[in-house]
């Protein structure tokens, strides 16, 4: 896609964010773009940067680590797809954020290789609200008890919730599962374990983002309506 259209694609999108924002009362500043940049040539990325994209969302390591080469870190790096435990090591250095944290022993080992490099990784639990098989994270029911655990851990720190909904033509079809993921993340909140604060909610994609902003997210992670349909 020529750059131009990315930059055109931005702006309507920093609108759309700042208009489903204030229908609720809320601050469109509050909202953080995370520019979803999986199949996308780095120049294009530079482009988006020096259009003000601040946070780019990666689903693999590889591309993060090919992508980070190139690009270094004038941009902030969300790990945003599933992680396997062996390849937390090549990442713990170059990402602002994990969203997909979803079991402990993938958190033992953030743990482990963030105290080696002396950093608190920030991550979110990535909850499969909708119950759907084909999704990665943990059933609602199990957080609880996985966050005991996490809250022991000093090099990584939970500070919200992430989730995918089903993909849909029609986003008031999934705005139930946004409602979730704010709710769960409340009662977490109540829960008062001493380290972990649910700060972000990062739920919203190109189809459905002005409903999950409307139900609290604060980090939307889209791709496809600013970089063009992906061909996988
Ligand atoms: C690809 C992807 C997105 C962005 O999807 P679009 O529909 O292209 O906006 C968001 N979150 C995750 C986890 C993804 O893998």
Do not use: W
């Amino acid at each position: 896609m020529a750059l131009l259209d990315v930059e055109k694609n931005l702006s309507t999108i920093r609108d759309r964010i700042s208009d489903a924002a204030i229908k609720v009362g809320r601050n469109p500043q509050e909202v953080q773009l995370i520019a979803v940049t999986k199949t996308v040539e780095p120049e294009v990325i530079e482009g988006a940067i020096h259009y003000g994209v601040t946070d780019i969302g990666e689903n693999k390591v590889q591309e993060i680590i090919r992508k980070y080469e190139i690009i270094g870190n004038k941009v902030r790096y969300h790990m945003i797809g599933h992680l396997q435990k062996n390849k937390v090591k090549y990442i713990i250095d170059k990402v602002e954020m994990i969203h997909s944290l979803d079991s402990y022993d993938l958190a033992k080992e953030i743990d482990k290789r963030a105290k080696k490099i002396q950093k608190t990784m920030k991550c979110l639990l990535q909850i499969n609200v909708s119950g759907e098989e084909s999704k990665y994270g943990i059933s609602p029911l199990e957080v609880k008890s996985l966050l005991k655990e996490v809250s022991e851990l000093n090099n990584m720190r939970i500070m919200g919730l992430m989730t995918m909904a089903p993909y849909t033509d029609n986003p008031e079809e999934v705005r139930k599962y946004f409602k979730d993921l704010k709710q769960l993340s409340l009662e977490i909140d109540k829960l008062g374990f001493e380290n972990i604060h649910m700060n972000y909610l990062s739920m919203g994609m190109s189809n459905d983002f002005e409903v999950a902003i409307e139900e609290g997210a604060n980090l939307v992670r889209i791709g496809s309506s600013i970089f063009g349909e992906r061909n996988y």
